[in-house]
């Protein structure tokens, strides 16, 4: 019997794994831990939110206090983490609202995880969700493996490289038990329309302006996010204990060409001439810092554990493109109230 505390599970990728471990393992009480911000949304957890073995706390990271109820009442005994703030541009916008939640929340959920368990620490898990961010940017060629060096180059990344570095101090020095992966970019369902691929579904429907940073020419390596759920429960079980996994698509895109692809699916399913919506692309003021490429080799995770992605990239964006024209009510509350400003102010004068 296992207590599950899956903390940021009302987000994109934490809502995903809730389900899967909800669904997947009805024996386990799976507990929801998120302080629902802009990016939290229980909606896309309406489907199992009866189920029995699935609660709701709605609870900040910083708040040590409820943190410790939370254990004590529900009988904690491993955490899977991902609650953070996660957008880079936002990061580059107020830098301190991730040092808070990235950073001190996490160090708030390791200390209540050391104290509510010292009693015998081996018998616990604190399975830590981090990004591939945190090692900086690739040129042409290359991919991050788990010892590559950490570089990180903005403010988000600082601050996950900061928790990944205070989870790995917890387990040399308490002895915690900790795993630890870090992921490429994930597309799918439920993301918030801030991030590249929601962002622009949205803007295709809206005919609205599709705001390309810089050249065009940024690498990321994709992933579909059910595969990313299916790694983080892998790893959950089967990971060696105090290691760190990558987590990627074997899936590489310069931005412009993912996009235009998005584009041509898209003018299909609208019925649409084909090359309208190609019209809408807008090249505007880079990123600061953009990191020019991430790609992830997934070796590890593979020759050990036997995890590898399951949709190809063509299925995973024409579910994720369906999803999306099927649940434009999701999309119209996400895009309600204080969307405009945040859009507003992220993109005027670019
Ligand atoms: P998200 O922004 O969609 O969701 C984050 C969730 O955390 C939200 O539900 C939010 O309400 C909650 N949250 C934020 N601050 C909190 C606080 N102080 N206390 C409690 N809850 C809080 O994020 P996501 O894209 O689903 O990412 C989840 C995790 O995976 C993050 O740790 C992120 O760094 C990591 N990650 C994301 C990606 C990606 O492509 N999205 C890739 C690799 C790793
Ligand atoms: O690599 C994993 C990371 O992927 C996660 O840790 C982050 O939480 C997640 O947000 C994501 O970070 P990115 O910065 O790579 O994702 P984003 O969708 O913001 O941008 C993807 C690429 O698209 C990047 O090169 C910037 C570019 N872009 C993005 C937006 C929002 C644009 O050209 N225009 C845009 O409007």
Known sequence: MKNILITGGAGFIGSHVVRLFVNKYPNYKIVNL????????????????????YKFEKVNLLDADALKTVFTTHNITDVIHLAAESHVDRSILSPLDFVYTN???????????????????????FYHVSTDEVYGALGETGLFTETTPYSPNSPYS??????????RAYAET?????????????????????????????????????????????????????????AIDTI???????ETYNIGGFNEWKNIDLIKVMCKQ??????????????????IKDRPGHDRRYAIDA??????????????????LA?????????????????????ANYYENMYAGR
């Not at 629902?36 to 309406?46: R, V």
């Not at 579910?319 to 969307?339: A, F, H, K, M, P």
Request: proline fraction near 4%; hydrophobic fraction near 35%; charge should be negative.
């Open 319 to 339: 579910i994720t493109i369906d999803w999306y024209l099927q649940n434009t009510e999701w999309l119209n509350n996400v895009t309600s109230g204080n969307y």
């Open 34 to 53: 998120d302080a629902l911000t802009y990016a939290g949304n229980l909606e896309n957890l309406k489907d199992i939110d009866q189920s029995p073995n």
């Open 174 to 230: 308490y002895h915690m038990n900790t795993v630890i992966s870090n992921c490429s970019n994930n597309y799918g369902p439920n993301h918030f329309p801030e991030k590249l691929i929601p962002l622009f579904i949205n803007n295709i429907i809206n005919k609205k302006p599709l705001p390309v940073y810089g050249d065009g020419l940024y690498t990321r390596d994709w992933l579909f996010v059910i595969d990313h759920a299916v």
């Open 266 to 283: 898209m003018d299909a399913k609208l019925g649409r001439s084909i090359g309208e919506s190609e019209q809408l692309i807008t090249y």
């Open 236 to 242: 959950f079980h089967n990971g060696k204990i105090n």
């Open 299 to 316: 070796t590890k995770i593979n020759k050990e554990l036997g995890w590898k992605p399951s949709v190809t990239f063509e299925e995973g």
């Open 158 to 167: 600082a601050s996950k490289a900061s928790s990944d570095h205070f989870v």
């Open 103 to 125: 950073i001190v929340g996490t160090v708030n959920l390791l200390n209540t995880a050391k104290e509510f368990w010292k009693a015998d620490l081996t018998k616990h898990l």
